[in-house]
């Protein structure tokens, strides 16, 4: 099967650390977006990655959050000195092309705790 | 920017009933309108999508349609089974932008 894969499935931080949450797209697929979806609401758009390239990050809050999608490996979202509010679940998905009318499949999701 | 807004937020119906989800959006030039399962602790699954050169798409006993002038979506399950429920979100996809906008989600449980 492969799907869009996403690791950790849990990170547990306490307030102050940096978290790394990893995304594999599925095969074939260069786009890559993030999405946040806090305890009981929706999933909200954080960015959207082809390779090498940041292309709307209009969804992100401005400081400390960070994404990159490098020519080899996974899509990397890093939270720096992370807050109890980051607690959410933090899902991935990747399409295969870029039109607004493509699937996004999802990932399992990155369930991050901050104690 | 689009607003997508989501109705019922919970849904109780004995199996073998039909269930019904409506959604509105605000952004006329959205052109894409996917529905998600999410089960508890898992990923969105795609379950049904449409796309505004169509008003209506059925897989099976789940069907979407789309009312383009009212701006409004639905998802209909006929025959509900347990393992139907589940949280359902709707989405839409503003024309030249890649990223899905969300409802709020409907609890649907499905009672033998």
């Known amino acids: 099967n492969a799907g869009v894969m996403q690791n950790p499935r849990h990170l547990v931080r306490r307030r102050g650390q940096e978290a790394r949450l990893r995304c594999s797209p ?3 697929h260069s786009h890559v977006y993030w999405y946040r979806q806090l305890p009981e609401e929706g999933l909200k758009f954080m960015v959207y990655l082809q390779k090498e390239n940041i292309i709307d990050e209009s969804g992100m809050p ?3 959050f ?4 490098p020519k080899e490996g996974p899509s990397i979202l890093r939270i720096q000195q992370v807050v109890r509010g980051d607690s959410a679940a933090y899902f991935c998905a990747s399409s295969q ?3 607004s009318t493509d699937t996004q499949y999802f990932g399992p999701g990155t369930r991050l705790t901050v104690l | 920017g689009e607003n997508v807004e989501q109705h019922p937020s919970t849904l109780s119906v004995q199996e073998g009933d ?5 959604c509105t959006y605000s952004d006329s030039a959205s052109n894409y309108f996917p529905w998600y399962k999410q089960e508890l602790g898992k990923g969105p699954q795609l ?3 449409i796309r505004s050169n169509v008003g209506e798409k ?3 006993r789940i069907a979407v349609t789309l009312n383009k002038t009212a701006k409004h979506f639905s998802l209909h ?3 509900t089974q347990p393992e139907d429920s589940a949280v359902y979100f709707c989405a839409a996809s503003p024309t030249g932008f890649q990223k899905l906008v969300f409802g709020t989600g409907t609890r649907l449980l499905v009672s033998p």
């Open chain 1, 26 to 28: 599925m095969k074939g």
């Open chain 1, 62 to 64: 401005k400081e400390r």
């Open chain 1, 66 to 69: 960070s994404a990159e999608f």
């Open chain 1, 97 to 99: 092309t870029a039109t």
């Open chain 2, 18 to 22: 039909s269930a019904v989800i409506k």
């Open chain 2, 47 to 49: 379950i049904i999508d």
């Open chain 2, 58 to 60: 059925k897989d099976q």
């Open chain 2, 77 to 79: 399950i006929t025959e």
